[in-house]
């Protein structure tokens, strides 16, 4: 197992954890989350569709913490980078923790995405997201727009530090070599 943790990088795992967290994010979403009608929420009547003017707007209500769950699950797989901590190697085990930092805070962006965008939560009892649909437009593939876009802000952050990350280190701890450095150095030194 440490052979393998030695050969990758961390930041290789958090910048390829997406090809496999948005799908199933996706599809956990479109399998598991029913839309909740405002009649059966006991909302007035005409709280589903409005004419604004030219245009019509509908609302559909998810159940907030199902969503959080289904989101929060797949992006699971963004923190365990923490596994390279069992390296032997301290640069490894730096890079892990830069790693895992960064996959925490993508766990939470989902939700974040969701609560800033023009979702309203709204509490009847439970605490529902209201998302705000036009003609034609679906409000589950507004939930997974929301959270794909937001979502390109921290990969693009974990692409940024990986970038960097060789270089910081050389500079703050220069006596810790990457890995494939030390092979290089101990082959040729003796």
Sequence with gaps: MRSFLARRSPFLWITLAPLLTVPSSALLIFLFVGEHEAAALGLPPGEECRFTGVAKKC??????????????????????VFAWLLS???????????????????????MAGILISQFA???????????????????????????????????????????????????IRSDVKPPDTQRVVSRYSS
């Design 59 to 80: 609302f559909s209500y998810y159940e907030f913490w199902r969503v959080w769950i289904l989101f929060a699950v797949p992006g699971l797989l963004n923190i365990a």
């Design 88 to 110: 032997r190697s301290p640069y490894v085990r730096a890079a892990a923790v830069v790693a895992g930092t960064l996959g925490l805070v993508r766990v939470i962006t989902p």
């Design 121 to 171: 939560l709204v509490d009847h009892g439970e605490l529902y997201l209201r998302v705000q649909t036009g003609i034609g437009e679906h409000p589950t593939t507004q939930l997974l727009y929301a959270v794909c876009v937001t979502g390109l802000v921290p990969w693009a952050a974990s692409v940024g530090v990986w970038w960097y990350f060789e270089p910081l280190m050389a500079r």
